[in-house]
């Protein structure tokens, strides 16, 4: 099971950046409209167990009713946007940033180490 935290007000980017000195911090942009979109949420519900990275919180951005949540986390990241999109937030900033097909767990974690 994901552990699915939603990303419903701009003031949660404060948190997450707060919340990423503690412990790794991934941002899930979604498009609900879109095939390809749903198609990468799955492939990420289904590595999730394996990827051991239960230190991480995971968040949920839903692009069609947090578009100007989305722009912020780009302007705020210095990342363009893309959907859908996993970001990675360690220490402040934006230390992964893979979109489509490209998304893969196995990445992240070595990223974090």
């Known amino acids: 099971m994901t552990p699915w935290q939603p ?3 701009p003031e949660q980017l404060t948190d997450i950046v707060r919340e ?3 412990h790794p911090v991934l941002i899930f942009k979604h498009s609900t409209s879109c ?7 799955s492939k990420l519900e289904r590595q ?4 051991d990275l239960s230190g991480a919180t995971l968040y949920y951005l839903d692009l069609l009713r947090y578009r100007p949540i989305s722009n912020e986390i780009a302007q705020q990241f210095g990342i363009r946007h893309e959907s859908p999109q996993l970001l990675l937030i360690q220490n402040g900033e934006c230390q992964y940033d893979a979109s489509h097909m490209g ?6 974690k070595e990223v974090i180490g």
């Open 7 to 9: 990303l419903t007000q």
């Open 20 to 22: 990423s000195f503690e």
């Open 35 to 41: 095939s390809i979109s749903a198609a990468a949420k």
């Open 103 to 108: 998304i893969r767990l196995s990445e992240v």
């Open 48 to 51: 999730w167990p394996e990827a």
